[in-house]
């Protein structure tokens, strides 16, 4: 008998170092899959992380009633939420965020497309994984449960318990204290310093935005009151407007020197060097490697992703009712507005928001008929082409709105493929990815040109505006960086902006002068192009064509102000207080102003 009792404590005490080190080498193993946590992560953050793991144990112990089987759970969730982190990491160059999961259906579309043969790295973390999933074999089970009544109450408790700590990091004194990195703008860096688990546990504050201090609704109505007051043309006068949005289009030069076989984008270049009624620079926007639909809000919003949480997506989780935009705007001048994107029509929940946006017609890849591919996405030749179609067939007299989402370009760039062969080559860079990136912006360089010959030639004033969305993921900025001596890992602040500018041009069929260097954020485009156009912009845009003159960029990863101080929204908080409020109630009181 005491043998027996002395075998059972034996077992207890065992079940019991289990909870206490099985967590903390799920946390170590997790961030395996990307760095080294023991050399990279803060001392303070190693032990909140570890205190994380600890905390979800006991609680699925107390569900289950099983220690082996509550290890097992967290071991294997550690698993899939670090391999998924490594290749979220490999494709996008940022980490899994909260607001990923509301993203889940967008990314599995396109997922086919990506390179997921795994690592040496990956496969020894999992096969580590997998080690010890398979040792809690030796685990006896416990002689005796706890009743499950008993058990809900702990859980609870720790339930409890565990939303308090999570609460606690995401104090800004308690992170300051122990030297947590509170800086969303910066996710990678933010989750190599503080842990996957304590980083999104930081995040989860910024799921739902809070109201800007001070705000008050009657308050920021009155102020748009006092802006665009201007008398709007005849729609007989009226401008057509062309946007494209052309997906993952950025000219890697501007990260540092390479020599190429063949100039990947000649007829850019040209425009960029002064052309007639051509307006060209540098956009920044706020998202590097992913996110589309946010640069695309902020176009077509005016809104900035700065005041929202890093890694949010407006589409998904921001637009649940009709709001204003350049699109609305618009369509209540007489616009015809459209909305066309050759892929799925649920991406980023696209065929909802257009609507909530003024888009009286919204055209996906079913309607694409005939559309050549290059790879396989719908080619940018053929997006001209429908926009050429939409033109043409448009109600006689009345403008239009086409606002085009390309995705020719879509990462990722190492497969081969029959119907799409690389040519250009970087000298020095033995490099697919680059090599495959290069050529499709040639393709899409081409199809601009196309673009404007067509609209040069009609009689009805146009103008076309023509935009990256993003730069590709770190797999093609990491060999020209390189080239330059900087490693994607350590970039400095002045060399991580340098990954979040793209090329924009603003060309109009009629006389809107030449300007050149002309560098702005996507805040800030559809007031130019209205200006451009001889269009009068609405309140919201009026506003911030002021306030351009003050902040000149505005982006989530950077601000630069009136005197050419390179700073962020955060240090400019005071100065941009009254943006903030504006965009709150643009973007969140629709509802009181219907």
Known sequence: MKIEWIKEQKNKIIQLLCLV??????????ECYTHN??????????????ILFELIAWILYFLVGRVRTALRIELVI????????????????????????????????????????????????????????????????????????????LAAAFCVVLTGFVGKLQDESFQTSHWLYPFLFTPAYMTTVNGIAVTFAMDL??????????????EEQAVLEQYGEQETESTEELPNIVAVMNESFSDLAVLGD??????YMPYLHRLQQGNANTVTGYLNVSVCGGNTANTEFEFLTGNTMAFLPQGSIPYQQYITGEIDSLPSYLASLGYQTVATHPYNASGWQRDTVYPLLGFSESIFRDQYWGASQVRKYVSDDSCVDKIIQLYEGKEEGKPLFVFNVTMQ???????????????????????????QYLSLIRLSDASLEKLIQYFSGVDEKTIVVFFGDHQPNDTVAAPILAKNGISVKNMDAEQLKLRYQVPY??????????????????????????????VAPDAYLDYLSGLKEQYPIISAMRVVTADGEDTDATAQKEGLSDYQKLQYYQLFDHKEKE
Do not use: C
């Open 21 to 30: 080190s099985v967590p903390a080498a799920a946390f170590y193993l997790m």
């Open 37 to 50: 946590p023991l050399s990279e992560v803060r001392t303070w953050a190693q032990l909140f992380n570890v």
């Open 78 to 153: 550690a698993m899939v939420f670090g391999l998924s982190n490594a290749y979220v990491v490999r494709f996008r160059t940022n980490p899994i965020v909260p607001w990923d999961l509301f993203s889940w259906k967008t990314a599995a579309s396109v997922a086919s497309n990506y390179d997921f043969k795994p690592d040496t790295h990956m496969v020894v973390v999992t096969i580590l994984f997998l080690a010890g999933i398979a040792l809690l074999q030796f685990v006896k089970k416990e002689s005796g449960t706890i009743k499950i009544w008993k058990r809900l109450i």
């Open 205 to 218: 504050a910024y799921v739902t935005v809070e109201k800007p201090s001070g705000y008050q609704a009657s």
């Open 258 to 263: 390479f020599t190429v076989n063949e100039d």
């Open 409 to 435: 370009n879509h990462g990722g760039y190492t497969d081969l493929y029959d119907n799409f062969t690389p040519e250009i080559q970087v000298e020095g860079v033995n490099s697919t990815a680059v090599s």
């Open 505 to 534: 041009v603003i060309w109009a069929n009629y006389d809107i002068g030449e300007e050149t260097g002309k560098d702005t954020s996507a805040n800030y485009l559809a007031a130019d192009v209205l200006r451009y156009a001889g």
